[in-house]
């Protein structure tokens, strides 16, 4: 069974600070891998993907995530946090050998002061 | 507009009811999804289907049923069943095969008296 674990329950940090947010999952095989961000009030949004090639990816609004296969991780970044980010982001993992199954970790709830 | 629309997006059911929450999607989507949101525990499965007529249990899926009757619609039945059915629901949907993302609806807040 594929499963995510995302560290940081909670984070609170100033703007302009830099943001990194953990992500571990287990899988033996190949994945595809995912953050997702809910901003209040608002549904689930797509930040970024991993599918294969590069394991540094960028998505929207200066989020980049970074794929280490021997460290089953897929953590988080942002150099310079706004307020505008305050949200809680989700990690997420299909194993490509388990059918559609889309996993999620139990998110990280992030708070951004001004 | 292409989507994924869950109605409604309130509900309110007395205790002992089963209650269906509904998820249409015009996406040509292949597999869709189900999950619930508690504060703190993001967000598990409980059932997904891949293909019409097809469905798997996921992490959580006592208490509840599904249909896939047709390509576009998902409806989640939580039953009488479910000991602690108040939750936001959402459900999602994927192209199917090969890489590919899974795109949300807007969640239906459930809140059983």
């Known amino acids: 069974a594929q499963s995510v674990s995302q560290h940081n329950h909670h984070v609170i940090l100033s703007e302009a600070a830099s943001l990194e947010l953990g992500c571990n999952y287990s899988?033996?095989?190949?994945?595809?891998l995912f953050w997702y961000v809910q901003y209040p009030g608002q549904h689930l949004q797509l930040l970024l993907k991993y599918f294969s090639g590069d394991p540094l990816v960028k998505g929207i609004k200066g989020f980049e995530a970074e794929f280490i296969k021997s460290k089953f991780s897929f953590n988080l970044r942002k150099p310079s946090v706004q307020w505008s980010d305050t949200a809680e982001y989700f990690c997420a993992v299909r194993g490509k050998n388990a059918g559609n199954m889309l996993t999620f970790g139990g998110g990280t709830r992030l708070m951004v002061k001004p | 507009d292409g989507g994924i629309t869950q109605s409604p997006k309130y509900l309110f059911r007395k205790e002992g009811q089963n209650v269906t929450l509904s998820c249409e999607q015009n996406l040509n989507h292949d597999a869709m999804y189900w999950y619930r949101q508690d504060p703190g525990q993001g967000l598990r499965l409980i059932y997904y289907?891949?293909?019409?007529?097809?469905?798997q249990k996921g992490d959580i899926a006592e208490g509840y049923s599904v249909s896939r009757e047709k390509k576009e619609s998902f409806p989640l039945t939580v039953t009488s069943a479910q000991k602690n059915p108040t939750a936001f629901y959402l459900c999602?949907?994927?192209?199917?095969?090969?890489?590919?993302?899974?795109?949300f609806g807007q969640g239906t807040r459930l809140t059983v008296v």
């Open positions: 999602a949907s994927s192209v199917g095969q090969g890489n590919t993302e899974a795109f």
């Open positions: 289907s891949q293909i019409v007529n097809d469905f």
């Open positions: 899988y033996g095989g190949t994945v595809n």
